[in-house]
């Protein structure tokens, strides 16, 4: 990826933990006070590195337990200097322990981590941007913006309204309507392009380099994939400080998995939960599964692919950190699977009856991918099992028109009613 040149400059506050940005293929190290996406020498994607030296015995699970219910209380673990700019709300969402969708399953214990409520804009995207933007303000951008499949523009034209910057959101031409209604209402400027996502990123690629803006998935990427981390944080610290034996989740551009992999090791390392071990498994769905593909066949590398599904907010072809998510899969012991469109809806459609969370495509393809791996006997039906919940069905209600009862209307009298009922 272009554009590793430093846009912005930070202000005075030194971020408390954070060591250096750190390639990922070399380890060079780059100071975290700009806007740098990629290595100077070949590339590579940045991430943030920490001195867990420093925190140990700093955070704890009691520092962590005196902050905020929102993503904040993991501050000390993200990378920003001063006092967060939006994300009040962010995060903190509910783990259920879905009984009923166990049964249904026919596994002893599993959990819903529900990020379809998360706020404002119910999805998890809430969490990345308040991290991106919050230190695009800190580096001293006043426009932001991003590539996106609809929940990071929703999510980024909110939190830029919140911390009153100018915001431009690119997004494919043939999204949900819903979500892209939401988005233009918070008065962000929605670019729709003819393409898929994958031209969309190139092209914003080249926005940055030449308006100099905060693009959050693409010049602030090391700080944006941060966010995600809380997720995880928020499962372990929710199990009452336990690792998850298996976690599902989805992969698009494969920041997700990864992140809440790295939140997994981060919580070992500082001693807040018992290395009991915690495989993570990839979701995709069939119309777009490189990385499920590439795991199933053996491959470190995926090939890209052109997306065909519903599930419109993971459509990836060509993911950003797909490798590490195909990596991390590996590592953690887990694996990955794909499911058709009709195994979404009908996923949806379970986890609405089961658990009433209503989901949209990317959490039935989660579900629909944790039932079979189940099925296939690769997840342990004894074992504790976290599925991830990303989205909200409510911005995608087309998903399911024909899957429920839409009989016509009835006079209003009792008998007509009567009828219905008893057939
Ligand atoms: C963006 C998104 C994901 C995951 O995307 P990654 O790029 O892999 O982090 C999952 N679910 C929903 C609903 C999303 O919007
Ligand atoms: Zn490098």
Redesign the pocket.
């Given at each position: 990826m272009a554009g590793c040149e430093a846009v912005g400059v930070v202000k005075e506050i030194p971020m408390r933990f954070v060591r250096a940005l750190k390639c990922k293929e070399c380890g060079a190290e780059y100071p975290a006070d700009a806007a740098r996406t990629s290595c100077e020498e070949d590339f590579g994607p940045l991430e943030i590195a920490y001195d867990y030296e420093a925190m140990r015995g700093v955070v704890t699970r009691a520092s962590i337990e005196a902050g905020p219910r929102s993503m904040w209380r993991y501050r000390d673990l993200l990378p920003v200097a001063g006092e967060p700019v939006t994300g009040h709300r962010s995060g903190w969402t509910p783990l259920i322990k879905a009984d009923r969708l166990a049964r249904a399953l026919g596994v002893d214990a599993l959990w819903v981590k529900d990020?379809s409520v998360n706020q404002p804009t119910f999805?998890?995207?809430d969490r990345?941007v308040s991290v991106a933007l919050t230190r695009a303000v800190e580096l001293g951008f006043d426009t932001v913006g991003c590539a996106s499949?609809?929940?990071?523009a929703h999510s980024v034209a909110a939190h830029a309204a919140m911390a009153g910057l100018a915001a431009h959101v690119v997004i494919p031409h043939d999204l949900e309507a819903g979500k892209v209604a939401s988005t233009r209402v918070f008065g962000a400027n929605v670019v729709r392009v003819e393409g898929n996502y994958d031209d969309v990123n190139r092209l914003c690629t080249e926005i940055a380099d030449r308006f100099g803006w905060a693009l959050v998935?693409v010049n602030l990427r090391p700080f944006y994939?941060e966010g995600?981390k809380t997720l995880g944080f928020e499962i372990v610290e929710q199990l009452g400080w336990n690792l998850p034996a298996h976690t599902v989740?989805?992969?698009?551009?494969?920041?997700?998995?990864p992140?809440v992999w790295k939140a997994y090791r981060e919580a070992v390392t500082l001693g807040l939960v018992a290395d009991t071990g915690a495989k993570v498994y990839g979701a995709q769905a069939a119309g777009c599964d490189p990385v499920a593909s590439a795991v199933r066949d053996g491959r470190s590398m995926f090939k890209p692919q052109k997306p065909k599904t519903i599930a419109k907010?993971?459509a990836?072809g060509n993911?950003?950190?797909g490798v590490y998510?195909i990596d991390v899969i590996k590592q953690s012991g887990g694996w990955a699977e794909s499911v058709s469109d009709g195994e979404i809806v009908a996923a949806i459609a379970l986890l609405a009856k089961t658990e009433g969370v209503f989901t949209?495509p990317?959490?039935g393809t989660t579900l629909a991918v944790a039932k079979k791996l189940i099925e296939q006997g690769v997840i342990p039906r004894d074992e504790p099992i976290v599925i991830g919940i990303?989205?909200n069905g409510m911005k995608t209600i087309e998903v399911m028109a024909g899957h429920g009862d839409e009989r016509p209307a009835i006079p209003a009298r009792i008998e007509a009613f009567e009828r219905l009922v008893r057939g």
């Amino acid at each position: 990826m272009a554009g590793c040149e430093a846009v912005g400059v930070v202000k005075e506050i030194p971020m408390r933990f954070v060591r250096a940005l750190k390639c990922k293929e070399c380890g060079a190290e780059y100071p975290a006070d700009a806007a740098r996406t990629s290595c100077e020498e070949d590339f590579g994607p940045l991430e943030i590195a920490y001195d867990y030296e420093a925190m140990r015995g700093v955070v704890t699970r009691a520092s962590i337990e005196a902050g905020p219910r929102s993503m904040w209380r993991y501050r000390d673990l993200l990378p920003v200097a001063g006092e967060p700019v939006t994300g009040h709300r962010s995060g903190w969402t509910p783990l259920i322990k879905a009984d009923r969708l166990a049964r249904a399953l026919g596994v002893d214990a599993l959990w819903v981590k529900d990020d379809s409520v998360n706020q404002p804009t119910f999805s998890y995207k809430d969490r990345v941007v308040s991290v991106a933007l919050t230190r695009a303000v800190e580096l001293g951008f006043d426009t932001v913006g991003c590539a996106s499949t609809g929940n990071l523009a929703h999510s980024v034209a909110a939190h830029a309204a919140m911390a009153g910057l100018a915001a431009h959101v690119v997004i494919p031409h043939d999204l949900e309507a819903g979500k892209v209604a939401s988005t233009r209402v918070f008065g962000a400027n929605v670019v729709r392009v003819e393409g898929n996502y994958d031209d969309v990123n190139r092209l914003c690629t080249e926005i940055a380099d030449r308006f100099g803006w905060a693009l959050v998935n693409v010049n602030l990427r090391p700080f944006y994939t941060e966010g995600a981390k809380t997720l995880g944080f928020e499962i372990v610290e929710q199990l009452g400080w336990n690792l998850p034996a298996h976690t599902v989740l989805p992969v698009a551009g494969g920041t997700i998995l990864p992140k809440v992999w790295k939140a997994y090791r981060e919580a070992v390392t500082l001693g807040l939960v018992a290395d009991t071990g915690a495989k993570v498994y990839g979701a995709q769905a069939a119309g777009c599964d490189p990385v499920a593909s590439a795991v199933r066949d053996g491959r470190s590398m995926f090939k890209p692919q052109k997306p065909k599904t519903i599930a419109k907010s993971i459509a990836i072809g060509n993911p950003a950190d797909g490798v590490y998510a195909i990596d991390v899969i590996k590592q953690s012991g887990g694996w990955a699977e794909s499911v058709s469109d009709g195994e979404i809806v009908a996923a949806i459609a379970l986890l609405a009856k089961t658990e009433g969370v209503f989901t949209e495509p990317a959490g039935g393809t989660t579900l629909a991918v944790a039932k079979k791996l189940i099925e296939q006997g690769v997840i342990p039906r004894d074992e504790p099992i976290v599925i991830g919940i990303t989205g909200n069905g409510m911005k995608t209600i087309e998903v399911m028109a024909g899957h429920g009862d839409e009989r016509p209307a009835i006079p209003a009298r009792i008998e007509a009613f009567e009828r219905l009922v008893r057939g």
